[in-house]
C-alpha cells in the first residue's frame, strides 16, 4: 500500500491521535486510510506495529502531485491509499479526503484542508448491517439506492405492529424500544 507524504502546518491535540496496527510500512507524515479514518502518520512504523495517526481535521496540508489535481481553492481531493495517487474526482477506489487551500503550484505542491473521516468510494455498496458507528459514517447522496423497501419497522430500537390510524410511537425503557401506543380521545 503506498502513502502520500504531506506536511503538517498544526500541532496536534492529544484526542486527535488514534493508534493503530499498521496494516502497512509507513513513514512519518505518510498519508493513511485507516477504517472511516484519514489520518498522518507521525512516525515510522513496519507492517503489524504500532502506528500512531494524526486524524484531526479541519487542517491544512502540503501534498504532491504530478496528476491533475487542485485546479481551483474548494476543489475536491481524492486519494488512492493503494497507488498514493491524488484525484480531482471520484472512482473505483478513491476516497474524497478534503478540499484545496492553495491550487498547484508549478512545483506540483498544493495545499488541501483534510478531512477528519474519509468519504466512501463512489462505487462502495454497504449494507444496513454494515453500520457500527454512526458518528463517522458519512454517506453521500449517490451512494444511496435501494431505499424503497425500507420500512420504520425495519429498526434495530423498533417494534410497531399493527399500526392503525393516530397511533404515536412511546418509547419503552424496560425493552430499549419505542413502540406503537394507541392514542385515546
Known sequence: MANANVNQNMKERKSDILVVTAAAAASEGDLVIFG????????????????????????????????????????????????????????????????????????????????RSHVLPTDTTITLSDITDLASLTVTMSQVSDLDDLAFADLADVNVAGVTNNDT???????????????TD
Not at 486524524?55 to 504532491?64: N, R
Not at 410511537?169 to 392514542?183: E, G, N
Request: charged residues 15%; proline residues 3%.
Open 36 to 115: 472511516p479514518w484519514v489520518g498522518v502518520a507521525l512516525h515510522d512504523a513496519l507492517i503489524n506495529t504500532p502506528l500512531s495517526l494524526y486524524v484531526g481535521g479541519d487542517k491544512e496540508y502540503d501534498a504532491y502531485s504530478t496528476v491533475a489535481v487542485a485546479a481551483t481553492v474548494g476543489a475536491s481531493i481524492y486519494y488512492n491509499p493503494t497507488t498514493g495517487v491524488f484525484a480531482a474526482s471520484g472512482g473505483a477506489g478513491l476516497y474524497l479526503i478534503g478540499y484545496t487551500t492553495v491550487i498547484k503550484n508549478s512545483d506540483n505542491v498544493f495545499r488541501f484542508e483534510k478531512l
Open 169 to 183: 410511537l412511546k418509547y419503552d425503557s424496560a425493552t430499549s424500544k419505542w413502540i406503537d401506543v394507541a392514542v
